[in-house]
């Protein structure tokens, strides 16, 4: 093996700050863990009934690229009773992780504009590279609200993509209704791709959450059943968007990910009928004793999914994260999802006794500088 062997994009790709936070977190046992991206409690059970069953069922080779008739059926139902646009078609994903990275594949030549909104999601930078753009980035601190005028001066001609997340990982900020319509409307007004990233849309806690689909019927929305189901390792998302462009990445997903595996796809037709409001709730309640318990700490957003986006009262990012870390504690620097080291990312999705010692080690950190 020679480094002659790793293609220039893989050089692009860099990992690095996760894997600081994985390196110091290697000798902690049985930290108290805030880190954790995915709901704490388990796939519900008629999910894995649904699951079992259609591997006994047989249910064992490759489906149809675009997913199984009934699931896509039943989706496509729902996107159409809740828009009406004549030219929305729904396919099934391996994830919602796959239909991004068929989106940006199927619209991003290389030198194209990609615009993330800081605090970003972190796969967006990397999928952005591998598909040969360039992220521009718009700043929102300190709210983590959208400024149209910044959006507006950001594009360019190479814009080609504006990738929107709301509820959004890491921040937990809900975009008001104005921003995702002016959104909308701007990347209609510039002709601009808009993808929307719905994959927290259950966990909205203040108001209803609203797509820019709604405003845009070109808009591309991005979905699974990972976050809401808890089915993170089940590996199914699923894309609504233009007949054309759906065509475009199911071309890629057919010599690329080819399905999304077979029998998850039958365990998400059940989730469909499985209501997750009482664990939306105790979401809702779970973050509401977080944000009484952390009252001192500067937190915006939070209004949905199930992250704080916290500014660490002193020090820089890493370095408060380095001394929680040193407490057992364990979160995530904010420079692991922004170009800013001011601030941490705290998941509330853990079990309450998890969440008050958690909260007891940052009462201490609040004051006690190292
Ligand atoms: N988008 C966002 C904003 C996420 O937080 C995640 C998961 N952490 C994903 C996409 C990917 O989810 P999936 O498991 O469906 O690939």
């Not at 729902?78 to 919602?96: A, L, P, Q």
Request: net charge negative.
């Amino acid at each position: 093996m020679s480094q002659r062997w790793i293609s220039e994009r893989m050089h692009q790709i860099d990992a690095s700050g996760i894997r600081k936070v994985f390196d110091l977190a290697a000798n902690m046992t049985n930290p108290v863990n805030l880190s954790i991206g995915q709901p704490h409690f388990d796939t519900p059970e008629p999910i894995k009934a649904a699951f079992k069953n259609a591997i006994d069922q047989g249910y064992n080779a490759y489906s149809q690229t675009q997913g199984i008739k009934p699931l896509l059926e039943r989706l496509q139902k729902e996107i159409d009773d809740s828009y009406h646009h004549d030219d929305r078609k729904v396919f099934v994903s391996s994830g919602t992780s796959g239909a991004l990275m068929l989106a940006l594949c199927a619209l991003v030549n290389p030198g194209d504009e990609v615009i993330v909104f800081d605090p970003w999601f972190v796969m967006y930078k990397h999928l952005t590279t591998l598909a040969g753009g360039k992220v521009v980035e718009i700043d929102t601190y300190p709210d983590f609200q959208i400024d149209l005028d910044k959006v507006r001066s950001a594009v360019t001609e190479r814009t080609k993509v504006i990738l929107f997340n709301s509820p959004s990982n890491p921040t937990g900020s809900v975009a008001s209704v104005e921003a995702v319509k002016g959104l909308a409307d701007l990347a209609a007004e510039k002709d601009i791709a808009l993808i929307s990233d719905e994959i927290y849309h259950q966990f909205c806690y203040e108001k209803e959450f609203v797509s820019p689909a709604r405003f845009n019927d070109q808009t591309i929305v991005i979905d699974g059943f990972s976050k809401s189901h808890s089915m993170t390792g089940h590996r199914v998302g699923y894309c609504h968007g233009p007949q054309f462009l759906i065509q475009q990445m199911l071309k890629l997903q057919q010599f690329t990910f080819v399905c999304a595996p077979h029998p998850a796809q039958w365990a998400a037709l059940k989730a469909c009928d499985v209501d997750m409001s009482a664990e939306v709730e105790q979401y809702r309640q779970k973050r509401d004793f977080m944000l009484a318990e952390l009252e001192d700490y500067d937190i915006r957003g939070s209004d949905g999914a199930f992250y704080l986006f916290v500014k660490a009262p002193w020090g820089t990012g890493t370095e408060f994260v380095a001394e929680a870390i040193a407490r057992n504690l364990l979160i995530i620097p904010g420079s692991v999802f922004s170009s800013r080291d001011t601030h941490f990312r705290l998941s509330y999705a853990a079990e309450q006794d998890t969440l008050e010692r958690g909260v007891e080690i940052l009462k201490e950190m609040r004051n006690h500088k190292k």
